[in-house]
């Protein structure tokens, strides 16, 4: 399972910026060489051997950041980098000065890995949406203080970005016990959007009450521990997301639901971890 990056954009303007700080210094650099009197010959081999670092790291350390982490490959490119370049500034010496610049082509090479994972699966996640998240109706999970969770059925729910937070938005009644739950237990909960193998949990979740009943055993549902959320997330669901509620507020006079706002910290589909 692979970790969905939703913050996004402040990763593309960073490799926005660090790409043309590589192709400035692409280009400065061997002309400062040559016209400090260096060999032309050794300046192309450098720069040719420099380039190919930064073309082939990327394909190489690709699956570096899923077993790394992401966030641990970000500040270790990011950082390293950082201490490279101050490097620079210490010495000019011209082989020394290639191989930091190459060693600064493999953490490139690390976070160019993070952004185009992080496109990709941006992307694919579009149509992971419109296909399943509004077409079937979810799996609503969510755990008391002593640790034991509660599904239920739920059909008002939305996804979406609030204050910049990529947020899942569920709108329960009160007279739910997931409601009491949610309140007075855990603050987190699991959206799962079940698969045709486990549909039938539909109509379990949304008419039995978790007051009197252990529906995940009813309903025959395999809980998956959170990565992110102490709340489970449901095996053989389509899609999972694992939130954390930062507002709620009451729906109105339509109808006597609650609205819970949670972050999305973590989402899965059913292959892999998106
Ligand atoms: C298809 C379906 C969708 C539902 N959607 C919602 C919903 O969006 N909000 C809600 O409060 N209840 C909804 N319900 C009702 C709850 O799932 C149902 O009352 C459930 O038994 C509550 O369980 P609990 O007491 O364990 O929390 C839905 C039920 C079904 C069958």
Known sequence: MKDLDYRFFPILLLSLLRMANAFSNGLAIPLYYYQAGYNPTLIG????????????????????????G????????VGGTLILQSFFQISLELLLFFILRAAEGVLLGLFW???????SLVCSMEGIEEDNFFTRASLL???SKDGKPNVMSVLWR?????????????????SRYSYE??????????LNVPSDKISSAIDICGTYS??????FNLANLTIIPGKRVKVPTIKDCVLSYECKIIHETDSGNIEPHHLFFGEILAAYTLKEEI
């Open 181 to 190: 739950l949610l309140t007075k237990g855990i603050r987190e909960f699991t």
């Open 70 to 77: 992401k966030k641990k490959s970000l500040i270790f490119s």
């Open 113 to 119: 890995s993070i952004l185009i994972s992080s496109i």
């Open 210 to 215: 978790g007051r009197n009943t252990d529906k």
């Open 158 to 174: 939305s996804i979406g970005e609030l204050w910049m937070y990529p947020v899942i938005t569920v709108a329960v009644s009160p």
């Open 45 to 68: 081999f450098l720069s040719a051997a420099m380039t190919l670092t930064y073309f082939f790291s990327p394909m190489l350390l690709e699956n570096i950041p899923d077993q790394f």
């Open 141 to 143: 999970a969510t755990m």
